[in-house]
């Protein structure tokens, strides 16, 4: 069974940084696009970004031009480099295939604040 981890999240004041890492079991990431989520408190999950298996990105347009997805076939992982944080952004922040095909991770908190 596949399984999905995210890490790299934290606390981080607004303006700041973080690169966010989701990493799958197996040699299978390679094949599919890969979307980044996030869901804030008290809201649904909501679409961040994509990297289809070419390396074509899309994105959120709350987060373009401050967000950058990448992937590393070699090491079945996907990154999220998040920089110029806003408060807005905080959520926990979770990846899968798209469409999402294997079961959620626990995905990574993201808290932007001063």
């Known amino acids: 069974q596949v399984q999905l981890v995210e890490s790299g999240g934290g606390l981080v004041q607004p303006g700041g940084s973080l690169r966010l890492s989701c990493a799958a079991s197996?040699?299978?990431?390679?094949?599919?696009?890969v979307n980044w989520y996030r869901q804030a408190p008290g809201k649904q999950r909501e679409f961040v970004a994509t990297i289809t298996s070419g390396g074509i990105t899309t994105y959120a347009d709350s987060v373009k031009g401050r967000f950058s997805i990448s992937r590393d076939n070699a090491k079945n992982t996907v990154y999220l480099q998040m920089d110029s944080l806003k408060p807005e952004d905080t959520a926990v922040y979770s990846c899968?295939?798209?469409?999402?095909?294997?079961?959620w991770g626990q995905g990574t908190q993201v808290t932007v604040s001063s």
């Open positions: 899968n295939t798209r469409p999402p095909l294997f079961q």
């Open positions: 197996g040699n299978i990431f390679s094949a599919y696009a």
